[in-house]
């Protein structure tokens, strides 16, 4: 079951709004947890940004029946202290890093359906980090997945040359969670995928 959330983007370009993104930035974790975690059978992309952040998670989940579920879900985490994300989408949820672990929380029956566990625990350690890629298209704009789940457009964009991160192997047909780090801010989204060449590269982290 594939599930994609509202989110609501800003990448500053008027100088009038530096300012602003600069208080929003101060409540994101001075510690830039973007990466890949899992284990077998479960996987976590973040995607850290500021005033939201991405998050993708994959992963399969037995059902009564005795078949496996996949997963394939993508939300947006608003900060909610150091190291914490409140999360939207398919159910509200957090994402925390708790010592060596990294723990996600989802109401029951939302985003995998009535098969998900709930929670789903990995390791705090990263297992591997984003894909490194350059915008082709001369403007990318960034998007939200809307309420039909079809991705709208948002006002925040990159131009052709730009470096952004993106996620590594990410399911999302026609988008890839990808993130922009820019001077004063970082802007987490969904870029469409003809208008970014990715390669074979991954951020070292």
Not at 67 to 79: G, L, N, Y
Not at 155 to 164: I, K, L, N, P, S
Not at 171 to 193: C, Y
């Amino acid at each position: 079951m594939r599930s994609l959330v509202r989110m609501t983007l800003a990448r500053v370009v008027p100088l009038a709004l530096v300012g602003q993104v600069a208080c929003q930035s101060a409540a994101v974790s001075a510690a830039d947890r973007s990466g890949v975690y899992g284990t077998e059978g479960v996987g976590l992309t973040v995607l850290q940004g500021a005033p939201v952040s991405v998050v993708e998670m994959q992963g399969g989940f037995p059902t009564p029946g005795g078949s496996v579920s996949t997963c394939e879900c993508t939300f947006v985490a608003t900060a909610d202290g150091p190291d914490r994300w409140k999360l939207t989408g398919g159910g509200d949820g957090t994402l925390e890093f708790t010592g060596s672990e990294l723990r996600l929380q989802l109401k029951a029956g939302a985003c995998c359906g009535l098969s998900f566990p709930g929670e789903v625990r990995v390791p705090a350690e990263r297992t591997g980090g984003l894909r490194e890629c350059v915008v082709k298209a001369p403007k990318a704009f960034f998007h939200r997945p809307g309420q039909d789940l079809r991705p709208d457009r948002t006002t925040a964009y990159v131009v052709a040359g730009d470096h952004v991160q993106a996620a590594p192997g990410s399911p999302q047909p026609g988008f890839m969670p990808a993130r922009f780090v820019g001077a004063r801010s970082t802007t987490a989204g969904l870029l469409a995928r003809p208008e970014v060449d990715c390669g074979a590269g991954a951020t070292k982290r």
